[in-house]
Nanobody, 123 residues
């Protein structure tokens, strides 16, 4: 099992950029399909995208494709989410998740949720 911590969220104007980080506080990501999910109050969690750690294969939801990029640093055991051209509708709590199936899905099993990091995009 892996435990994670997310960071990098904040306030940004529409059209701006942010870089989120997800690091392991326990265990490593090497055995997992790592993904970013996001959630707003009253809505189901939504897959943002994911990466197959061993192969670097990536997957993105249509809503963020072309604007967000997932990358990783094996040595640092860290996953990143580079977000650009941010929209108001990107506002959500972003979570780093670990799974075992490819591609990741909205409702995939997550062993341990992190605290998430809030991203707020203003008009």
């Amino acid at each position: 099992q892996v435990q994670v911590v997310e960071s990098g969220g904040g306030l940004v104007k529409a059209g701006g950029s942010l870089r989120l980080s997800c690091s392991a506080t326990r265990g490593t990501f090497s055995r997992y399909v790592m993904a970013w999910h996001r959630q707003v109050p009253g809505k189901e969690r939504e897959l943002v995208g994911g990466i197959m750690w061993g192969s670097d294969l990536t997957y993105y939801a249509d809503s963020v494709k072309g604007r967000f990029t997932i990358s990783k640093d094996n040595a640092k055991n860290t996953m990143y989410l580079e977000m650009s051209s941010l929209k108001v509708e990107d506002t959500a709590v972003y979570y780093c998740t670990a799974g075992t199936r490819w591609p990741p899905t909205d409702g995939q099993f997550v062993s341990d949720w992190g605290q998430g990091t809030q991203v707020t995009v203003s008009s």
